[in-house]
């Protein structure tokens, strides 16, 4: 059972640099939702989609953009990286569910360092 | 605005001792209470929930009752063990799908 799947699982970029993670699920899921994990700080909401085309911001959008063409893909990219950036980054879906959205699942993260 | 509060760690036990980690919650409406386990090296998972006041979430040996009155979801374990050493999130959702997490506590179990 794949689930939520998450590449890469750890990438140093220098400032200033571009990238995209990438978010795969399997479980034909409708919503899927990007959190930034720092110390202390909990998981907070970066972008998050709740259908094919669809996306919105959540609390701490700046930096990033994401898309979703597909139920199964929703990446996330970096436009330009700082060091504020350096987190362990988590993908999550859940199903619409008969009685609301259900329980969420998370890939096993990506560690970014950004120097 | 929506909000979790967790008492901070870490949390040290021997293993058997009771556990209780405290969460509260602002919310409008009615939100449906959650907590999630992270292992060490892994994303989070769910534990327990519950939807609506007077419920109880049970899972694994862990139980947190909603408590409307009081706005609280707090976890209890009546027996910890070493392999229930991780990080215990406690999160709520109202309506849609966005799910807000409060900041984590570690706990760490002594054999």
């Known amino acids: 059972n794949a689930g939520v799947t998450q590449t890469p699982k750890f990438q140093v970029l220098k400032t200033g640099q571009s990238m995209t993670l990438q978010c795969a699920q399997d479980?034909?899921?409708?919503?899927m939702s990007w959190y930034r994990q720092d110390p202390g700080m909990g998981l907070r909401l970066i972008h998050y989609?709740?259908?094919?085309?669809?996306?919105d911001q959540g609390e701490v959008p700046n930096g990033y953009n994401v898309s979703r063409s597909t139920t199964e893909d929703f990446p996330l990219r970096l436009l330009s990286a700082a060091p504020s950036q350096t987190s362990v980054y988590f993908c999550?879906?859940?199903?619409?569910?008969?009685?609301?959205?259900?329980?969420?699942?998370f890939g096993e993260g990506s560690r970014l360092t950004v120097l | 605005g929506n909000s979790v509060t967790q008492m901070e760690g870490p949390v040290t036990l021997s293993e058997e001792a009771f556990l209780t980690i405290n969460c509260t919650y602002t919310?409008?409406?009615?939100?449906?209470l959650f907590w999630y386990v992270q292992y060490p090296g892994e994303g989070l998972q769910l534990l327990l929930k519950?939807?609506?006041?007077?419920d109880k979430g049970s899972n694994k040996g862990f139980e947190a009752t909603y408590r409307k009155e009081t706005t609280s979801f707090h976890l209890e374990k009546g027996s910890v063990q070493v392999s229930d050493s991780a990080v215990y999130f406690c999160?709520?959702?109202?309506?849609?799908?966005?799910?807000?997490f409060g900041a984590g506590t570690r706990l760490f179990v002594k054999a």
């Open positions: 919310a409008t409406g009615y939100p449906s």
């Open positions: 479980m034909n899921h409708e919503y």
């Open positions: 999550a879906s859940s199903s619409k569910g008969l009685a609301g959205p259900g329980e969420l699942f």
């Open positions: 999160a709520l959702r109202t309506g849609g799908f966005k799910t807000i």
């Open positions: 519950a939807t609506k006041a007077d």
């Open positions: 989609s709740v259908g094919a085309g669809i996306t």
